[in-house]
């Protein structure tokens, strides 16, 4: 079994490993021989601190071995096939996480593979933060019946948590300018399984929310569009006034890294509301988690 998607993932299989997460992290003693002797590799294309950091850490707090491999030192699908690598690699490795832009080199390592894979981040998914998303909503108030709004980019992320929110019986707003959008075909499936509500209106979205969630306007890879973005994301903000619209006790997310005075206001950033350390903490537990699961 891999985790390359959220889509892929049955509520089963998510809230098992959200109820590990939690477990995990309030018994981490319990658990730190638990994959002793495993090895577990970290691959990654694009930059990264709360992945790599969280991972590497969630493996060694297992009694397993991390190695962190480079693209650089790879050359995935330029000096190697992503198929060559994989069919190498898990001649070493008994999970494999993957960072990288392109989706479809994480599902051809998979395909190649009888290992594990885990999509650490990829173009059309970040499961793995996901995960740690409803990890944090559920310590604040039970995820089913929870109503999300997310505003901003309809990106990997957006996607994750639209489809982890609905599979956990929450609804969720997603407001975007006219053309961010999330992708129609991940908004089918979600709408398949919960309530899945789009506009433009970042105020409609965050009207009665319990969670109001927001990322960076431009992604790696998005630099040279960074001054566009912000001009067409500009009225998207999470400031104090949209948290006054959300619901009482709402509380504010983000993945992070936050590009403060963009899409978030240091006064939310910094308030009472704001779990996002909260969050960033709880992608080890999630990372534990995901392991623990996936390698019984």
């Known amino acids: 079994m891999s ?24 018994d981490p003693d319990g658990y730190r021989t638990a994959l002793a002797g495993r090895s577990i ?19 060694i707090q297992l009694g397993s071995h991390p190695i962190v491999i480079r693209n650089e030192q790879t050359g995935l699908g330029v000096r190697e096939t ?51 998303d409803l990890m944090t909503l559920d310590e604040h108030m039970p995820v089913a019946g929870s109503r999300v709004a997310y505003l901003g980019d309809g990106n990997n992320v957006c996607h994750s948590l639209m489809l982890a929110t609905v599979k956990a019986g929450g609804s969720i707003a997603v407001a975007s300018p006219p053309g961010y959008a999330p992708d129609a075909d991940v908004v089918a499936q979600a709408r398949e399984v919960g309530e899945v509500t789009l506009t433009d209106d970042p105020y409609e979205a965050a009207a009665g929310a319990d969670a109001v969630y927001t990322d960076v306007w431009a992604s790696m890879g998005q630099e040279e569009e960074a001054a566009l973005r912000r001009r067409h994301f500009a009225r998207f903000q999470v400031d104090d006034r949209i948290m006054e619209t959300a619901g009482p006790g709402a509380i504010f997310l983000h993945c992070l890294p936050a590009h403060r005075g963009e899409e978030v206001t240091d006064s939310v950033m910094e308030s009472g509301q704001s779990r996002v350390f909260d969050q960033a903490e709880n992608r080890l537990h999630a990372f534990k988690a995901i392991l623990l699961h996936l390698l019984g």
């Open 41 to 59: 590799g970290l691959f990654f294309q694009k930059q990264s601190l709360r992945t790599w950091v969280s991972c590497d850490v969630a493996a």
């Open 82 to 132: 992503p198929d060559d690598v994989g069919r190498v690699l898990e001649r070493y490795l008994d999970l494999l996480g993957m960072r990288v832009f392109d989706h479809a080199d994480v599902t051809a390592i998979d395909r190649a593979t009888d290992m594990p894979v885990v999509n650490l981040l990829s173009d059309r998914e970040h499961p793995c933060q996901a995960i740690a």
């Open 3 to 26: 985790l390359l998607s959220i889509g892929e993932t049955s509520a089963e299989d998510l809230r098992a490993m959200l109820e590990l997460g939690a477990a995990v992290k309030a």
